[in-house]
């Protein structure tokens, strides 16, 4: 039995905040790059070299590249064999969240009541927390800010089993067009399929912290990945809205069993900053 | 996308019936910040026929919610939010005279209505870009609404605050231009 304090817990979680934040990684970085090669249209190419400047300067200074440093989407791995001491999990990392928010100068985004109060918080708690039992004795913590720009643009469909393929593509596309320029693209389109209501939207959201670009195992989902990102790019939309050839950086599939009646299917949009950052104890 | 046109604030009507969908300019001045919460309080105040904690008349309005400034610096990460929240506000707002808005991501029909009514241009920043933008803005206080937070209306004073007239006074949308130059088939 392996012990983790909670402190050790909230330090390591302050420091993913603000490293999330500040300093976008490499894969984002190069499919960035990438786009900017490929883009045709003027303003596309702008507002590439632009987003590309804001990456090294933000990296550079640690400032937030976007003011929108979003909730605090926390993904842990819990070793079944970690034994975590000197108080609550949940508290741990949000105060890890509370002292990344405050000494890295981050935007507190969150408020209490979402619809009658609406107050905000003052320090970006509450945390949203998916956890999960992992074997071993060690615990991996991803942080995942999300902000609200992309966040609003995803969508669930619970499709019939046989809508199937064609189902699947007609509202990925529907969803990314919709949203046209809002979510800030060029994106990161994540889809979960499968499971539940609430599986597949988790699954969309899991989807989003994969290596940006990096295909799926199975050939099957690679191939619809590589359609629906070809189709996404046919849209026109373009970076920021303005019209252009790169709308998304990458289409990222994951899937899960589901019952014999149902075929769900998620939809979570990341802007071009898809932030993440990890660390194992 | 040609010359950078260079516009300074307060915007003058004629300065508005200047800028066209398409064009990059940059805004030297004084500009202020609104975003959800401070809307609907303008538009409260309004409606019960008290004046504004700010004077709105020929000003430029951005769609912003900023990271705190670091010490030494004016402001923190402060690219524009999605302005489509603030469409159930703005008409009202132009009506009383505001003349430019500066946001991301498109406007409601009502909007353009009133923008083509009564005279106002709507800019684009770029999203996501919010430490660069930062460097435009040399000073910034919070002047209305310091309960809300990073939703507090901020006086800013910004040099060559880098944007693009998205949609103009006569309802020229660049966005709807831009990607259908850009759309290819099924």
């Known amino acids: 039995m392996k012990e983790i304090s909670v402190e050790q817990i909230a330090e390591t979680v302050k420091k993913l905040c603000i490293e999330a934040a500040c300093n976008l990684t490499e894969d984002v970085e190069q499919l960035l790059k990438k786009g900017l090669?490929?883009?045709?249209?003027?303003?596309?190419?702008?507002?590439?070299?632009?987003?590309?400047?804001?990456?090294?300067?933000?990296?550079?200074?640690?400032?937030?590249?976007?003011?929108?440093?979003?909730?605090?989407?926390?993904?842990?791995?819990?070793?079944q064999d970690v034994h975590i001491v000197g108080g609550s999990f949940a508290d741990a990392l949000n105060e890890g969240v509370r002292r990344g928010y405050e000494e890295g100068f981050l935007r507190k985004s969150a408020v209490d009541d979402p619809l009658f109060i609406r107050k905000n918080t003052g320090d970006n708690t509450p945390a949203i927390i998916h956890t999960e039992i992992v074997p071993g004795d060690k615990?991996?913590?991803?942080?995942?800010?999300?902000?609200?720009?992309?966040?609003?643009?995803?969508?669930?469909?619970?499709?019939?089993?046989?809508?199937?393929v064609q189902g699947v593509k007609d509202f990925v596309l529907k969803t990314v067009t919709e949203a046209g320029g809002n979510p800030c693209p060029p994106i990161i389109v994540g889809v979960g399929i499968g499971g539940t209501m609430e599986k597949a939207t988790i699954l969309a959201k899991k989807a989003l912290t994969r290596k940006a670009g990096e295909p799926h195992p199975d050939p099957h989902y690679r191939a619809l990945e590589e359609e629906l990102l070809e189709k996404i790019n046919r849209s026109g939309i373009g970076p920021q809205g303005l019209g252009g050839r790169v709308t998304a950086l990458a289409v990222h599939i994951e899937a899960y069993p589901t019952h014999i009646a149902t075929l769900p299917v998620a939809v979570n949009l990341n802007c071009h900053a898809a932030r993440h950052a990890e660390a194992i104890l | 996308m040609g010359q950078v046109k260079k516009i300074t604030t307060p915007l003058t009507p004629e300065q508005v019936q200047d800028l066209k969908a398409g064009d990059r300019v940059t805004i030297t001045g004084v500009i202020y910040t609104g975003r959800d919460a401070a809307h609907k309080n303008l538009v409260k105040t309004l409606q019960e026929g008290q004046p504004l904690p700010v004077e709105l008349k020929d000003q430029i309005i951005y769609y912003v919610g900023p990271c705190p400034a670091?010490?030494?610096?004016?402001?923190?990460?402060?690219?524009?939010?999605?302005?489509?929240?603030?469409?159930?506000?703005?008409?009202?707002?132009?009506?009383?005279?505001?003349?430019?808005?500066?946001?991301?991501?498109?406007?409601?029909?009502?909007?353009?209505?009133?923008?083509?009514?009564?005279?106002?241009?709507?800019?684009?920043?770029?999203?996501?870009?919010?430490?660069?933008?930062?460097?435009?803005?040399?000073?910034?206080?919070?002047?209305?609404?310091?309960?809300l937070g990073p939703e507090a209306i901020y006086r800013l004073e910004v040099e060559n605050f880098p944007c693009i007239v998205v949609i103009d006074a006569e309802g020229n949308d660049q966005y709807k231009i831009g990607v259908e130059a850009y759309r290819l088939a099924e």
């Open chain 1, 37 to 79: 090669e490929k883009e045709e249209s003027e303003f596309g190419r702008y507002v590439l070299e632009q987003i590309l400047d804001n990456v090294k300067l933000s990296r550079q200074e640690t400032t937030a590249m976007c003011q929108d440093t979003g909730l605090a989407v926390i993904f842990a791995e819990i070793g």
């Open chain 1, 139 to 164: 615990l991996k913590i991803m942080v995942v800010p999300k902000g609200a720009g992309s966040e609003n643009m995803g969508a669930l469909k619970m499709l019939k089993p046989s809508d199937g």
């Open chain 2, 70 to 147: 670091r010490p030494g610096q004016a402001i923190g990460s402060c690219g524009p939010t999605t302005s489509g929240r603030m469409d159930a506000y703005a008409p009202l707002l132009i009506e009383k005279g505001l003349k430019g808005m500066v946001g991301k991501g498109p406007r409601s029909p009502q909007v353009v209505e009133a923008m083509k009514k009564y005279g106002a241009v709507y800019f684009a920043a770029i999203g996501g870009a919010g430490a660069t933008i930062a460097r435009s803005v040399k000073k910034a206080e919070v002047v209305a609404y310091p309960e």
